[in-house]
């Protein structure tokens, strides 16, 4: 976003140390999580859905001022190529900032993060420990880019993942990219929540931000709210396997839960 003319702070996290993994057992589970979420990325391409956004302008007192929304499904044509549908795109009463192409790639590509193996050497991946989720186990992972390429955009930030289906359940962070010092973008932190869709894959179903952008000459506070809804596999020819998953190491976890618990969503 630039102004014309989001700061969601995560809670004291707390991360249990795991003296058990290996620097071994972690590379593994980050290629192993890697792979699940190709798999998974692939799998989404073939599901219908239908994404609402909207940002909001807030003044101090949290009363909300101008806005921007967009309501589209993502749908097949005819002739079976993936397109999106705006279904309602009201006219914006921004009047503070202005949206930019950023905030678009951001809540297409940036906030929905999969961390592919295709993406992995873009990134670097340290273990943060494990932490709980509304009951899941997961591995906590600081994720950053390891360099900002012209015209692309980066997730930086941390991500949750299950300790067991090994896929991104959480994440919480902020799109970055390069920026000309003649110009003046800002971008929210945001927390994205997954559930799991057919029993299968975690899917993207809700985003919030609610930041305050620094610009140089004023600060806009923003809030964000994205949701994924109505998932309909269109056709699918994808499946997680691994062929030697069975000889998982020690401390790598990678059985399938039977009461899996969906994190819940926030307010």
Known sequence: MRVLGLTLLMAGAAFAADASLSQSQIDEIIQKFAAKESAFARARENYTYRQSAKIQEMDDGGTPGGKWEEVSDIVFTSDGKRTDHVVRAPVTTLRLIQMDPGDLEDMRHTQPFVLTTEELPNYWVRYLGHQNVDEIGCYVFAVKPKKLEA?????????????????????YGRGVGQQKRSEDHQYPKFETYRE????????????????????????????????????????????????????????????????????????
């Open 151 to 171: 015209n692309k955009r980066y997730f930086s930030g941390q991500v949750w993942v299950d300790d067991r289906d090994l896929q991104i359940v959480k994440s």
């Open 196 to 267: 799991q869709i057919d029993g299968k894959y975690w899917f993207p179903t809700y985003t919030i931000a609610n930041d305050t952008l620094h610009f140089r000459d004023n600060d806009v506070r923003i809030k964000q709210t994205i949701k994924y809804e109505d998932y309909k596999q269109f056709k699918s020819d994808v499946k997680i396997t691994f062929g030697d998953e069975a000889d998982t190491k020690p401390g790598v976890k990678d059985d399938k839960k039977d009461d899996k618990t969906t994190p819940k969503k926030k307010p």
